[in-house]
């Protein structure tokens, strides 16, 4: 049997072995089954969630309190609060994919939870499990590479050597204070390094990590407030691609809006860091939503497009991005004309139990993966609260019941042998080398 896993007032993880563990997708409760779980990854992080009291399924002893919540999943099980004590959470780290989300009930001053991806976690005996699949073997994101010992004197000796450099001091701030990975990079010399480049977005993404109205969620970081010069770009960018193993820029990073409404600085900056080296990947995280954009910058040299999306269906897509002067044709326009130009191209798809596992949205993903011809879909785990997100992507639409995020990623692979199914971007192995 799998317990519920809670948090007690000083901050110690607990067992409940009166209910038994449930997690939730969409706005289903599901009992969780020792094939839901994986261990709990090294490199996980335990997150309490306040305001919240863990839901369960009633043993004999644990019949206090039933929850008021419509089930069609719950096959009769009586669900119960699981306390005393508040919900716990997991955020996996790079290379696994979120199942399930934690099951809880909210009280009335809960306050609203930041942006990160939460997943259902719970005992097994004496030991924690998650609902998670491993995605991608690759380590390179795995934390223990990060937050090293010789960072903060890496970014002192890199600075030194260019103290005007508002990017890189923008990539200081980053891997020091936010602890972002690809701005790291840049510091280690190493695989993929982000360049931020645009302080404007003409998207209103509800879970957007950088930006978010008051009434939302809050944002885990500052949005750059400036646009760099091609100079500062390729100063960064040669340096990376020369020396990096794997070496791969970024465009388009967490601190920042969207990088294709600077076309005309990322094009001017791409010619001259190929004029430079040929060595490397240069990448775009975009919304896609430009057309023009997204030709100059790939006539410019740009390897590798990586697309945000966490629906096909027009309507999904536009309650969710909010898109401004843009709709998903435009995106599927991009990804097409890319495509044929020789672009590698992924999809950034946004992955939230019980709603990516719905019938509607597969058919709709496996749609657009067969009128576009991506390469890659790349799974990510949603960062938002989830009531947050059932509010405005799950209520005002019909009730759809989920199939589970495994199933979908092994039907994608079936509809698609050839598709790269994955958490991280890929180096288009220095495609310009002779």
């Known amino acids: ?68 919540r419509a089930d069609a999943a719950s096959g009769g099980e009586e669900f119960v609060l699981a306390g005393p004590g508040e919900a716990v959470s997991v955020m996996l780290p790079g290379g696994y994919t979120r199942t399930l989300l934690p099951a809880y009930q909210a009280g009335p001053d809960a306050p609203a939870l930041p942006l990160f991806g939460y997943t259902a976690v719970a005992f097994d005996g004496d030991e924690l499990v998650v609902a998670a699949v491993r995605t991608d073997e690759r380590d390179t994101w795995d934390p223990r590479h990060y937050n090293l010992d010789v960072l903060p004197g890496a970014v002192r000796e890199r600075l030194s050597r260019a103290p005007q450099n508002r990017v890189l001091a923008q990539l200081a701030r980053c891997s020091l204070e936010y602890g972002c990975f690809t701005a790291q990079n840049v510091f ?10 645009s302080p404007a977005c003409n998207a209103r993404c509800i879970g957007c990590i950088s930006e ?27 340096e990376h ?20 409404l600077q076309h005309a600085l990322i094009a001017e900056s791409v010619r001259r860091v190929r004029r430079a080296t040929t060595r490397g990947t240069i990448n775009i995280n975009t919304n896609a939503g430009n057309t023009a954009a997204i030709r100059e910058v790939c006539e410019a040299g740009v390897d590798s497009l990586r697309v945000s999306l966490i629906s096909a269906l027009p309507e999904m897509y536009t309650a969710y991005h909010r898109p401004q002067g843009y709709g998903l044709e435009d995106v599927a326009r991009s990804i097409m004309l890319a495509r044929s130009m020789g672009v590698f191209v992924s999809l950034n798809y946004l992955c939230y139990p019980g709603f990516s596992d719905t019938e509607p949205e597969v058919d709709a993903l496996v749609s657009l993966i067969d009128d576009t011809d991506v390469n890659m879909v790349q799974l990510r785990n949603l960062n938002i609260d989830p009531d947050v997100f059932s509010s405005t992507m799950l209520k005002p639409f019909p009730a759809r019941e989920p199939r589970g ?24 192995a220095d495609v310009h080398e002779d």
């Open 1 to 68: 049997m799998l317990s519920v896993a809670l948090v007690d007032r000083h901050g110690h993880i607990m067992r409940n072995d009166n209910a038994r563990a449930v997690g939730r997708a969409g706005d289903y409760f599901v009992e969780l089954s020792p094939d839901d779980v994986i261990p709990l990854p090294e490199g996980a992080t335990l997150m309490r969630l306040p305001g919240r009291t863990p839901v369960g399924v009633a043993n004999t002893l644990g019949r206090a309190g039933r929850v008021e």
């Open 212 to 238: 978010q109205p008051s009434e939302c969620c809050p944002s885990p970081q500052q949005r750059i407030n400036f646009v760099p010069t091609p100079d500062e770009v390729a100063e960064v960018a040669i």
């Open 188 to 197: 280690y010399r190493r695989w993929e390094g982000g360049i931020p480049v």
């Open 405 to 428: 995020v495994a199933n979908v990623i092994q039907h994608l692979q079936d509809c698609f042998p050839e598709l790269l199914i994955g958490n991280f971007s890929t180096a288009v």
């Open 241 to 260: 691609l020369e020396n990096a193993p794997e070496g791969i820029i970024s465009f388009g990073q967490g601190c920042e809006g969207e990088p294709t």
